[in-house]
Nanobody, 122 residues
Framework: QVQLVESGGGLVQPGGSLRLSCAAS????????MGWFRQAPGKERVFVAA????????RYADSVKGRFTISRDNAKNTVYLQMNSLKPEDTAVYYC???????????????WGQGTQVTVSS
């Protein structure tokens, strides 16, 4: 398993942007697909985006398509989530996670970070 640490969350106004980062430990980072999930207060954790180990394949939830971009730098053992045109409904704790293959299913992700809070409010 890998250890994951998210950063980059904060308070942003509607329409603004943030970039989240997730740093991973270990020498096998490129063998893992990586995903971003989010959990709003009182709601279940839901899929946001995922990227294959090579970075060549990505998947997005419909709610973020065209606004969010997932990417990774395997040389830096880091995955990113660029969030543009943020809306109040994007407010949540955002988690990164690792899986053996690219998927949107939470159950396949075995390693999770501690989360970073994103708040979209004027």
């Amino acid at each position: 398993q890998v250890q994951l640490v998210e950063s980059g969350g904060g308070l942003v106004q509607p329409g603004g942007s943030l970039r989240l980062s997730c740093a991973a430990s270990g020498r096998t980072f490129s063998s893992y697909a990586m995903g971003w999930f989010r959990q709003a207060p009182g709601k279940e954790r839901v899929f946001v985006a995922a990227i294959s180990g090579s970075g060549g394949v990505t998947r997005y939830a419909d709610s973020v398509k065209g606004r969010f971009t997932i990417s990774r730098d395997n040389a830096k053992n880091t995955v990113y989530l660029q969030m543009n045109s943020l809306k109040p409904e994007d407010t949540a704790v955002y988690y990164c996670a690792a899986a053996p293959f690219i998927t949107a299913m939470t159950s396949y992700f075995g390693s999770w970070g501690q989360g970073t809070q994103v708040t979209v409010s004027s």
